[in-house]
């Protein structure tokens, strides 16, 4: 295991936390992370310079990710503003499908995905690895959207482009070769908030048929605490995981702010944006009716207690939820099943679930 010598790393584990850490984990983190500037460390301007000088290697920590039949690019207009992003449709192999036993007349469920990145990093390419595993492993399809990012986009549009492109996905469902009774939403982090937004969404239009499984991935659930600078005030911060994980690797509290601030913006309108669903569906006039939530979240995340909280929300509305906290884990944990035993376990638990949710419809 590498060192955490505070003396030569840019970000050495705090204190506090490398007790409570898995070794698996802070030795990808030492190894790969503390030595490296984080993009909410330099301005944005500048990380949108360079923008790979600041990525993490997730090639390098993941594990093999399988062939499939097919992976196709789609160009789907959207409003607000008038523009188009991208998706990416993974197909499995027929050999998985015959494997996996999803298919109903010639169609198969397909779970729609939305990548993290704090509503302003990332794009089709972060979620590769694990795409493909659920598409090969699940036998499914695997849609992949590239919804447009903050500061030029800011909130709502994250959430405007993923609605759009859900309901392009159901329009053209059958050209998809896409079950339309066996359609979930799932996503990372920002992707996790997304999905949430688009479950509620969903339920609210009758137009659509109802949603088989939200997969909820280290969720972002709430805009509404987290702070323009600084730190959280105890006294009046509901989430106890932002105060107790205000230094937590990958995922610090200052990263939230840097993320935030460009999403949401720091002017007066910063907190009416907050209290909108689309950033902080927790808040939604009702939770009930929902499509089956599976929300798996990583201990040592600011974001945990948010998870927490929205399984609480979504079961006393009567919405079926599953929760699992990765003990010792951090919040990008999920991408790093080639290096870190928590991670595989967590890759299968997603395609255990999402296999019997598309079983059950």
């Known amino acids: 295991m590498g060192s955490n010598d505070v003396s030569s790393l840019v970000n050495p584990l705090h204190p506090a936390l490398v ?10 983190y030492i190894r790969y992370q503390a030595s490296r ?8 301007e500048e990380y949108n310079r360079d923008r790979k000088k600041y990525d993490f290697p997730t090639v390098e920590v993941a594990g093999p990710a399988p062939d499939v039949d097919s992976t196709k690019i789609y ?5 607000n503003p008038s523009g188009e992003i991208a998706i990416q449709v993974y197909v499995p ?16 469920p397909a779970l729609v995905n939305f990548h993290g990145g704090g509503f302003v990093i990332g794009g089709l ?4 690895s694990l795409c493909r595993k659920l598409c090969q492993r699940v036998g499914c399809i695997i849609v992949n959207v590239a919804y447009r990012l903050a500061p030029e986009f800011p909130h709502p549009v994250s959430a405007t482009d993923s609605w759009q492109a859900l309901k392009w996905i159901f329009q053209n469902a059958r050209m998809l070769r896409i079950d339309p009774s066996r359609v979930g939403v799932g996503g990372l982090s920002a992707g996790a908030c997304l999905a949430a937004v688009l479950a509620l969404q969903a339920r609210d239009d009758p137009t659509l048929p109802q949603l088989a499984v ?7 659930i709430d805009a509404r605490f987290i702070p323009k600078e600084g730190s959280c005030d105890p006294a009046t911060t509901p989430y106890k995981s932002y105060i107790d994980f205000e230094f937590a690797p990958m995922l610090p509290l200052n990263r939230l702010v840097w993320f935030y601030n460009l999403w949401l913006g720091t002017d007066e309108s910063r907190e009416e944006k907050a209290k909108d669903f ?7 006039e009702s939770h009930a009716n929902l499509a089956p939530a599976i929300i798996r979240c990583a201990e040592i995340d600011p974001l945990v207690s948010e998870g927490i909280a929205y399984h609480e929300k979504l079961v006393a509305a009567g ?43």
């Not at 192999?93 to 198969?108: A, C, W």
């Open 19 to 28: 007790e409570r850490l898995d070794p698996a984990f802070t030795e990808i």
């Open 37 to 44: 500037l984080r993009a909410d460390q330099v301005p944005y």
């Open 75 to 79: 160009r789907v207009p959207v409003s």
């Open 93 to 108: 192999t027929s050999d998985s499908i015959i494997r996996t036993g999803l298919e109903r007349e010639g169609l198969l």
């Open 125 to 128: 390419d972060s979620d590769e």
């Open 214 to 220: 939200q997969l909820l991935i280290v969720p972002v």
């Open 278 to 284: 689309r950033a902080s569906p927790i808040v939604a």
């Open 319 to 361: 919405t079926p939820s599953k929760l699992k906290v990765y003990k010792g884990q951090g919040h990008p944990f999920g991408h790093w099943d080639g290096s870190n035993p928590t991670s595989k376990e967590f890759v299968t638990d997603c395609v255990n679930e999402l296999k019997a949710a598309f079983s059950r419809n």
